[in-house]
């Protein structure tokens, strides 16, 4: 096979000669070859020659996770097990090279570190952690590492805004950025990885006057300072089977923890950070006259049923509220309501899908259902305008079934005329204690006029003074 330079002079002999055996004669080889050559070129060059196959290529995806893992350090000894039993069958010396040539390419992708210089007053770096029912809230003052550490029952935007501001209060300033994490709590939503901030927490920083920055998405390594202080927390502070404990008893340990442990020299700064926060506090914003109402619970708006949804259950509060902002919050099984700062509601929590309703609320027990006589006809008219007695007569003779019930309206109200109105109102109460609905039978009624029986209450049992009798035993009557 002709070399690269040797078929460019065959291309340069025949652009100069014009033919194929003069450019032959000239190179030294046949004419056949030039044609062959030159037909190469005018195809253009050969495609790429696919990569062959290599056996180690089943075990390459493993190496790279191993490697990121261990930060490059695990050797090609221990890497040869996983390789076999994704499939790899080659030699220890053929994966050596495999993990050698994944090593140097992992250097030259690795994050380059470098060593943080914080500037006196500039970040607090704060972070939840949790240790079974409680939630730790760690906060770190990154130039004199001052420590503070609470304990709080859940990790709601408002105990993090409330215990932020107690941090504020305890290192006696504020700070120009304060690091979170991405936390759920304090963030809106995420737009082209820009943390949009909740507009209460950006509230909250316009009081205060420092700027909310958020760490980058799942990378630890960015805010090390404040996970160390959790994990810290969490062995030193901590004391298991300690459940007994209250919330109140636990943050006053808190208290005496930080004390303690900002009294004592820092391993990394080799000084006191109680010390070091005498001379940052002058590059501490001063904290505001003020400390910013913060919301004790979730607002939800009062439906026109005077209720509201708080955990997909439906909760009552007093109908004087509709279409009114309340504040709801879950504390110890039962769920608060409150409005304006004061407690309107509080019921104990219920299953998603249930409902809690207090009568108080609605001004009194829920009353039945009544639907109001409404008369259409002549006759209708006239048989209600007798009263409270003859409505009761007709929902009595509806409920019944009473067959033609309209011409026995009709004809009872006609009986008004020959017997008068308050023999008639008497005669349909006693149609309707027996429940006689005919116009016949309130007739039958009026008919026998004072000779009806009259219904009274039962009375009392009758007391009467029996003589005594001499009594026997059973032994007497023995047949001996």
């Avoid at 509201?308 to 919050?329: D, M, N, T, W």
Wanted: a positive charge; one cysteine or more; glycine letters at 6%.
């Amino acid at each position: 096979m002709k070399s690269l330079r040797e078929r460019m002079d065959i291309v340069a002999a025949y652009r100069d000669l014009g033919s194929y055996r003069a450019a032959a004669d000239l190179c030294g080889t046949t004419h056949k070859t030039v044609r062959r050559v030159l037909e190469r070129r005018r195809q253009g060059p050969p495609p790429p020659r696919a990569p062959r196959p290599r056996n180690v290529d089943v075990a390459r995806d493993a190496v790279r996770e191993k490697l990121a893992a261990t930060d490059g350090r695990i050797s090609a000894k221990r890497l040869l097990p996983l390789a076999q039993a994704v499939g790899y069958a080659g030699s220890a010396r053929n994966f050596r090279r495999l993990v050698r040539a994944e090593k140097d390419a992992w250097r030259r992708r690795r994050r380059v570190y470098r060593p943080w210089l914080p500037t006196p007053g500039e970040h607090l770096a704060i972070d939840w952690g949790q240790i079974g029912p409680l939630h730790i809230f760690s906060a770190v003052l990154v130039w004199s590492r001052v420590r503070f550490v609470r304990f709080a029952l859940d990790e709601r935007r408002e105990t993090t805004l409330r215990l932020l501001a107690e941090c504020f209060e305890a290192i006696g300033g504020v700070p120009t950025v304060v690091l979170a994490d991405r936390m759920a709590c304090l963030k809106a939503g995420v737009v082209a990885n820009v943390v949009v901030p909740h507009p209460e927490y950006v509230r909250f920083a316009s009081h205060f006057g420092f700027r909310p920055d958020f760490c980058e998405a799942h990378d630890p390594e960015s805010k090390g300072v404040v996970e160390n202080l959790v994990g810290y927390a969490k062995r030193d502070l901590v004391i298991p089977g300690d459940a007994a404990a209250s919330l109140a008893e636990r943050n006053a340990s808190a208290v005496a923890w930080c004390a303690e442990v900002n009294g004592c020299v820092h391993s990394e700064t080799a000084a006191v950070p109680a010390v070091r926060l005498i001379a940052e506090r002058s590059a501490l914003r001063p904290l505001p006259s003020l400390r910013p109402p913060v919301r004790t619970g979730e607002l939800r708006t009062v439906d026109r049923l005077s209720t509201i949804r708080f955990g997909s259950a439906r909760y009552s509060v007093p109908h004087a509220l509709v279409g009114k902002k309340v504040e709801v919050a879950a504390v110890d099984g039962e769920i608060v309501v409150t409005y304006a700062g004061a407690e309107v509601a509080r019921h104990l929590a219920v299953a998603p899908g249930e409902a809690s309703i207090l009568d108080a609320h609605y001004g009194g027990a829920r009353s039945r259902p009544s639907r109001a006589v409404r008369a259409r006809t002549t006759s209708e008219r006239a048989f209600v305008a007798l009263g409270p007695a003859a409505e009761g007569f007709l929902r009595a003779a509806a409920a019944a079934g009473t067959a033609r019930l309209a011409s026995e309206l009709g004809e009872i109200s006609t009986l008004e005329a020959a017997f008068g109105r308050e023999r008639l109102i008497a005669a349909i109460e006693r149609a309707t204690a027996f429940r006689r609905f005919r116009a016949a039978d309130v007739r039958s009624i009026l008919d026998a006029g004072e000779g009806v029986i009259t219904l009274v209450v039962p009375g009392a049992p009758l007391a009467l003074a029996l003589p005594a009798v001499p009594v026997r035993p059973l032994s007497a009557y023995a047949i001996s």
